[in-house]
Every structure is written in C-alpha cells, then in structure tokens.
C-alpha cells in the first residue's frame, strides 16, 4: 500500500525533542526522512538518560523510528557542499537548533531559496519575534513561558509543570501540520516557504482555554466552576483550578479503593448535566434530584466540593475499574486514574498500534507509541531509529557520490 507521503523527502536537521517528534510524523505518513548529525555524538539525545550503557537511549529511539541517520560536519566546507546537494534533492529542511545556528552555517532562507526555490524550511524555535526571540529553550521554560504552568496545580500551591511534553511533542505536532499545509500549498504555487512554530505559541494554543477564563474573570471577577468559588477568592488573573474540569462541566478526582497505597486508584467523575438524575439515584442520594439546592447546574456550582466528596465515599468502596464499569452501565463521563505501567500493559492498545514493540539491534524489545494519527489509507509501521551514521554511504550514494568521494570525505571527517 502507498502511503500519504510517499516521495516526499526530508532533510531532518532536528534534535532532543520538538523537531524530531515532527519528522518521525511525517516519516510515518510515509516520508523519506534523512536526519543529519555530526559524526561522532550525533543527536545529544542519543547519550542522555540511559538505561543500558554505550546504547542508543529510549529518548532517542522513540523520537527517530523510520528515518534515516547520515553523519555530516555542516561546519567544513566539503560538509557544506554535501548539504547543499541535500537541500537541492529534498523538499522540507526541518531544524530546531538555537535561533540563529542555521544562518551561522552559512545557510540562511534566502540562501536556501537559491539552492532550490520550492523548498519549505521548517523551524521550531523557543520563543516568536519579540524580547526573548533569542533565547534557547527547553520544554518546562516553553510551559511556562505558555501559561500552562500558571494555570497548573493546586491555589495553595506554586505553579507547576505538566508531564505531557505540550511544549516539545506539542510544537513538533504544530510544525507537522504546517509542513504539510505549505506542501499542499506549493502544489497550486511551486514555491517553497518559512513555516515557524514557537514553543511559546504551541503552549498558548493549548491552553486557549486558560486566556478564554481570563477573560471571563476580568468581565465578572468571579469564576463559579473554579474550586475558588464560593469560600475561596479570585484575583486579576486565571488561578490554578486543581483538578476542575476546563470545560462546562463539572469534574474533579476522586479515590477509589486502595487510594491509601495505591498512588493512582482514582477515577476522574464528570458531574454532567444531563446524567443528574442517574448520578442521583447511583450514589443513593435520590432526594437531591428535586431538591431546589441540587436540581439544577447552577444551583449546585456553590456546592460542587461538597457533591464531589458525597460521590467519593461512593466511589471509595470500589476500584476505579469497577467504578468505572458502574457509571459507564449510565453513560456518566467518568476515567480512571491509568499508570504508565497498566497503559504500557494495555492489550487494547497493542491491537491498535498504540504502544508498539520494536526490535533493536543492540538494545532488544522495547515499547514506544506508536503514530496517534491512524490513516485508513497510509497505515504506520513503527521501524527501529536508525544507528549512528547507518545511512550515510547509502544516501551520498544516492545523492550520485561515488565510492571514492565517499572514502575522501571519510578520511577528511567530513561524515
Ligand atoms: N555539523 C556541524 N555543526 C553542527 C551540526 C552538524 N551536523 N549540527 C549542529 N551543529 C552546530 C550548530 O550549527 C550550532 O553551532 P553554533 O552554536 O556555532 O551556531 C551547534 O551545533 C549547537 O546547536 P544548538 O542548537 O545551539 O544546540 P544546544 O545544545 O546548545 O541547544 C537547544 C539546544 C534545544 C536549547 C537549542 O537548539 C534550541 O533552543 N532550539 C530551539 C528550541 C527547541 O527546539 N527546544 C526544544 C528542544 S526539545
């Protein structure tokens, strides 16, 4: 079968995580995807965090599945003239080194645009044009910098960063849907362009919802579905909601059995609307379905701590799996706390490709997730991250190097 990307090329000059989770997207949909690293080290990535010495990381692995891995010192002037033959065979450049190094290369856009007109360049940088557009940036300052971690934790708490990589995975998602937006593009215009995403602005957009509150807190100074409300109180800006829900209806965490020493025997309980009746009659407090001070969303926001800690002491006499099968009998929205450890166990997700089991030559079986993005037409098969350097003769070769340029360009540490 074809896949969605076929015959698209990449020069991959990603590293750590933001960029190369958006080219092992694009090599998932089908791309050919080249990373480019200097000999010797390679993607930084390759050497932190690991769990078997000499072997290429899980950071590393599970970022760069189905690309290829050419070594190249772009700083040498022979490196140079190799890149430039890549940028005149590929269609996308995709880097996030730190604002600037690309330009310091010698390779600036209007460089690349002489070289070869219809490319995109794609870049993923810390911060948009502005104060900080100069900065180097990591995950944890993009969740910051984004107002996530603002908007994050408990009120009696500091701020606090979120586990989910929202500013690297989540920028290298945004930079995925702009390549293949400017590549549609350059179907009706044959021109390539600059696609940038900002760690920052990645972080914003997911946290829409947060700048939606402010504004609402700046018209009405109060929040009603904010655990603030009614006791506690409201300043001039989006609070950290603990565990309430970012939507218009009403959630929070509740134990389950076992919570006093199981970290995650919780299940998360929507109080939705229209599952009053049933959430009533499930938790045994059948008079709250006509009492004027429950019977309706409004009524019940001053008293939201309250309903949530009656159907805790429900919720605390079963595990949240059967917590779950319980109010799933009466379509209550409702999820359980799952561990890393029960999701990497998951048979569901195995049969979905999900979580995939991959083979590497020096490390052996490991889990990764799989592509999230399920095509029906341009299905993903997740194959192992490429070794150091495992490409590099292959493609000079077919970038028309013969044997003995590849051999010179060895002895000079050019690759
Ligand atoms: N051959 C020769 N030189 C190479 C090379 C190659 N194949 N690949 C990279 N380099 C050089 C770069 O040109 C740069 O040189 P310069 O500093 O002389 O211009 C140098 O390696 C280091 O690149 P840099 O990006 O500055 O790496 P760093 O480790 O110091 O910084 C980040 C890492 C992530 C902080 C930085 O790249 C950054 O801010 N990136 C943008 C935001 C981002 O993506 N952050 C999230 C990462 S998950």
């Known amino acids: 079968m074809t896949k969605a990307l076929d015959g698209v090329r990449i020069l991959d000059f990603t590293h750590v995580q933001s960029g190369p989770t958006c ?35 899980l950071y590393f692995t599970m970022l ?11 700083k040498k002037p022979l490196g140079k003239e190799v890149l430039e033959t890549l940028i005149k065979d590929c269609d996308v450049l995709v880097e996030n080194f730190a604002p600037g190094a690309l330009d310091r290369m010698g390779f600036s856009w209007e460089r690349i645009q002489e070289l070869n007109p219809k490319m995109i360049v794609a870049s993923v940088k810390g911060f948009g044009p502005g104060p900080y557009e100069h900065c180097k940036v990591y995950e944890n300052v993009a969740q910051c910098a984004g107002g996530s971690a603002a908007t994050t934790g408990f009120d009696d708490g500091p701020p606090m960063v979120t586990g989910a990589q929202i500013g690297d995975s989540g920028s290298g998602l945004h ?30 957009n997911l946290c829409r919802v947060k700048l939606r509150d402010q504004q ?18 409201f300043g001039d800006s989006v609070p950290r909601a603990g565990n309430a829900s970012g939507g218009g ?17 919780y299940i998360y309980f ?33 008293r939201l701590m309250e309903i949530f800690a009656t159907v805790e002491e429900w919720t605390k006499t079963m595990t949240k ?42 490390r052996g079986k490991y889990l990764t997730v799989g592509n999230p993005i399920k095509l029906s037409d341009s299905p993903t098969e997740v194959e192992r991250s490429p070794l150091l350097g495992e490409h590099t003769e292959q493609v000079l070769a077919q970038l028309g190097y013969t044997g003995e340029q590849i051999a010179h360009l060895r002895s000079e540490h050019v690759i």
């Open 23 to 57: 080219t092992q997207l694009l090599a998932w949909f089908g791309a050919d995807v080249i990373k480019v690293e200097r000999a010797g080290e390679g993607d930084a990535t390759r050497g932190q965090l690991r769990d078997i010495p000499g072997v290429d990381s």
């Open 64 to 74: 760069n599945h189905n690309k290829r891995s050419i070594t190249l010192d772009t």
């Open 175 to 204: 930079l995925a849907l702009g390549i293949v937006t400017a590549l549609y593009q350059r179907t009706q215009t044959g021109r390539g362009q600059k696609v940038l995403t900002s760690m920052q602005d990645a972080v914003l």
């Open 216 to 233: 609402r807190l700046e018209r009405t100074g109060v929040m009603e579905e904010y655990p603030q409300y009614p006791n506690g109180t």
């Open 249 to 265: 209806q009403p959630g929070w965490i509740l134990k389950c059995k076992g919570w006093e020493t199981d970290p995650n025997a």
């Open 270 to 302: 929507v109080a939705q609307a229209p599952a009053w009746g049933v959430i009533c009659r499930v938790i045994g407090k059948e008079e709250w379905i006509s009492h004027p001070d429950y019977a309706t969303p409004r009524a019940r926001l001053p």
């Open 321 to 362: 799996f059967q917590a779950m099968d319980e109010m799933n009998q009466f379509d209550i929205p409702c999820g359980p706390i799952l561990s890393m450890k029960e999701i990497a166990e998951e048979p569901s997700l195995r049969a979905t490709g999900t979580i995939v089991e991959v083979d590497h030559p020096e």
